[in-house]
């Protein structure tokens, strides 16, 4: 029987100036796929540079995290935002990381959206197209990592955009697939062993538990910790392990 392979990919370089987010090098040595913030919530040209840095010298597959020019809110506040101006604001950023990519001599894997930028294209089809649109002005051939059931999954396939679906470890899900909002008690799961044991389920089952208890069908070929979880370095850990036991391969670009 072949077996399953799946993506660990984790939200990094988000530090900026003296401010320091995450425990970047330490889950890096774990995942197999990075998402580098580009300056807009997070993130800063020496950040950046870092961070790709330490990618290549870990051989992690590194992709650009554009995100809404919301510094303030880390990203994770609603805006609108013209479609033109919304697509250069993603072109600006992926170009920007795929620069330090080239000078470090490694290749841009993918891209992420970041916070609410990809939660909006779970079901605005503008942004959903302003996303798909500005990846494709830059590379026909890049991946978009896109949730399931999302908008942003609808477009990409309509506009032949390579994507790859993309689901949370440490995230509960509403009913219809959408992320339950921060702003809830439960949307954040910090239990090593439960975020395991969920993404087992999915990558096994092909199913999850929404917060209402509903089973929903889904399926994925790239997992998320974010970085900005205080418990990511033992969850990854935790996660490599189980997944090690389950006979199930960890590598990026799946």
């Given at each position: ?26 889950v890096m040595k ?85 916070g609410n930028l ?137």
């Amino acid at each position: 029987m072949e077996r399953k392979q799946i993506d660990i990919n984790c939200d990094m370089g988000e530090s900026f100036g003296p401010y320091t987010l995450g425990n970047d090098e330490e889950v890096m040595k774990l995942v197999s796929s990075i998402n580098v913030a580009c300056g807009f919530h997070g993130g800063d040209p020496d950040v950046m540079d870092h961070t790709v840095a330490l990618a290549k010298k870990y051989g992690v597959g590194v992709g650009a995290h554009p995100g809404f020019p919301n510094l303030l809110g880390f990203g994770r506040w609603n805006m609108d935002i013209p479609p033109k101006t919304l697509i250069n604001i993603i072109i600006y950023q992926i170009g920007a990381l795929d620069i330090f990519c080239k000078k470090h001599g490694i290749t841009l894997q993918h891209v992420k959206p970041h916070g609410n930028l990809n939660n909006m294209a779970d079901t605005d089809t503008v942004i959903a197209t302003s996303i798909v649109e500005a990846v494709q002005s830059v590379n026909t051939a890049l991946p978009i990592y896109v949730k399931p059931n999302s908008e942003l999954e609808r477009i990409a396939k309509e506009k032949g955009q390579p994507f790859l679906l993309e689901l949370f470890a440490d995230r509960a899900y509403n009913n219809d697939m959408t992320l339950v909002s921060r702003r809830e008690a439960g949307a954040v799961i910090t239990d090593p062993h439960q975020a395991a044991a969920n993404v087992v389920r999915m990558v096994k089952e092909n199913r999850l538990t929404a917060i209402s208890g509903e089973v929903l069908e889904v399926k994925g070929q790239t997992i998320c910790v974010h970085g900005d979880t205080v418990t990511a370095v033992e969850m990854v850990k935790v996660l490599l392990q189980i997944l090690e036991k389950e006979n199930i391969i960890v590598t990026s670009g799946v």
